[in-house]
């Protein structure tokens, strides 16, 4: 049985994306900042919940430990928990917050899932990147990219697709991918104002791609083909 953890699932992406997999039968674990709310959804959607928040080391390696104890390996690990800011919320400490998830995050989660990947026979990891992070889209004046300003949320996602890229390199044992989901059908909208999150991640609040996105993307799972999103 394939076994799946996906960060900031309580909602949005990562929990359509659990959704799915589930329908293929797969045990999928649930990471969620917010136990109440990531118990509501792990009960909804008949997944299994771990208290996870991306940006604390003692909250990572509990979640992965409880993970290996009852599971003793994880196949997948989809790095989804991310927060998005305001084009004009541009300073020092709204830049620490959300590198802090996006990319930090990432290295955290990763880094203490390896050795549970490492005990699969087809371990994979999907992060969740953006055109917003993308050189090509963001100088490409036909891509809405382009017109849009993200500075803080575009620099994290670039971020996001470099770290596949070393990873993938300094790891070739595991398979590392990065998906971009496009515009998206979750509670963000470009006019919200303040920090978003995907999931429930950072402050409770939801996120959603930005326009110009393009709306569909493949994530591979073990013996599952696409499951688009």
Partial sequence: MTVTLITGANKGLGHETARRLIELGRTVYIGARSIERGEAAATGLGARFVQLDVTDDASVETALGVIGEREGHLDV??????????????????????????????????????????????????????????????????????????????????????????????????????????????????????????????????????PGERRRARLVVPGAGAVHQ
């Fill in 77 to 210: 690990l989809v790095n989804n928990a991310g927060i998005s800011a305001t084009a004009d919320a541009v300073n020092g400490p709204v830049a620490l917050m959300v590198f802090d998830t996006n990319a930090v995050g990432i290295i955290r989660v990763t880094q203490a899932a390896l050795p549970l990947l490492r005990k699969s026979e087809n371990p994979v990891v999907v992060n969740v990147s953006s055109a917003l992070g993308s050189f090509w889209a963001v100088t490409n004046p036909e891509r809405r990219q382009f017109h849009y300003p993200a500075i803080i949320y575009g620099a994290s996602k670039a971020a996001v697709s470099m770290l596949t890229v070393q990873y993938a390199k300094a790891l070739p044992d595991i398979k590392f991918n990065a998906v971009e989901p496009g515009f998206t059908a979750t509670d963000l909208t470009p006019a919200s104002r303040g920090h978003r999150a995907h999931g429930d991640h950072r402050r409770g609040r939801p996120h959603q791609h930005l």
